[in-house]
């Protein structure tokens, strides 16, 4: 049983570049967050997504943006990168139900921006 | 009142000894309290997990202790090893799917 994947593993962009960050979630999960882990930090929610849509949305500037497809993958897209922006990004998979609190992390792409 | 306090921000301790690491929240709403493991260049792995219904939550070497009143919760790593040297976060989130939100994490060094 394959879990959390993301691509790529490791990034360097440009001040003001755009980036496409990917995430297929763990065999029968539905659910996608992204999380934002600058060095030596916690990991900060981003955004979840469920059934396509976001669900719920940290305290991100709206040049974080996701799509979710219906095989449940999901994207993170950042646009206009700036140096503070570098960090490791982290998708976590869950399933949906009333129990459901349990998150699986990825191992994270690593971005870089110069 | 969303923040989850960890401390220590280091730890050593001798193999063979218990490492404690401890963390306090504000918001009474939180209903779930994981911590993850996390090695160098990798992502946070669940550890475990325990719910305010419960005071104390057991697996392997590893054990949550749980106090409602005080809303702090600890992680007690028995017998440590020098494998479990990495870093680990504790968590909060108040619902199923609901974001987590962290600690800012204990870089745990276990010595021979």
């Known amino acids: 049983d394959a879990g959390v994947t993301q691509s790529p593993t490791h990034l360097i962009k440009t001040r003001g570049q755009q980036v496409t960050l990917r995430c297929s979630p763990k065999?029968?999960?539905?659910?996608v967050s992204w999380y934002q882990q600058a060095l030596g930090q916690g990991p900060q929610f981003i955004f979840q997504y469920y059934e396509e849509e976001e669900r719920q949305r940290g305290n991100f500037p709206d040049r974080f943006s996701g799509h979710q497809f219906p095989n449940y993958s999901s994207e993170l897209n950042v646009n206009a990168l700036l140096l503070g922006d570098s960090a490791l990004y982290l998708c976590?998979?869950?399933?949906?139900?009333?129990?459901?609190?349990?998150?699986?992390f990825g191992p994270g792409t690593r971005l870089t921006v110069t | 009142q969303q923040q989850v306090k960890q401390s220590p921000q280091s730890l050593i301790v001798q193999k063979g000894g218990i490492s404690i690491i401890n963390c306090a929240y504000e918001?009474?709403?939180?209903?779930?309290f994981p911590w993850y493991q996390q090695f160098p260049g990798k992502g946070p792995a669940l550890l475990i997990a325990i719910r305010p219904d419960v005071s104390e939550k057991k697996e392997g070497r590893f054990t949550i202790s749980f106090n409602k009143s005080a809303k702090q919760f600890s992680l007690h790593i028995m017998d440590s090893q020098p494998g479990d040297s990495a870093t680990y976060f504790c968590?909060?989130?108040?619902?199923?799917?609901?974001?987590?939100?962290f600690g800012t994490g204990t870089r745990l060094t276990i010595i021979p």
């Open positions: 918001n009474t709403a939180f209903d779930y």
């Open positions: 968590a909060a989130s108040m619902l199923p799917n609901e974001k987590l939100t």
């Open positions: 065999s029968g999960h539905d659910t």
């Open positions: 976590a998979s869950s399933p949906t139900g009333f129990e459901a609190y349990e998150q699986y």
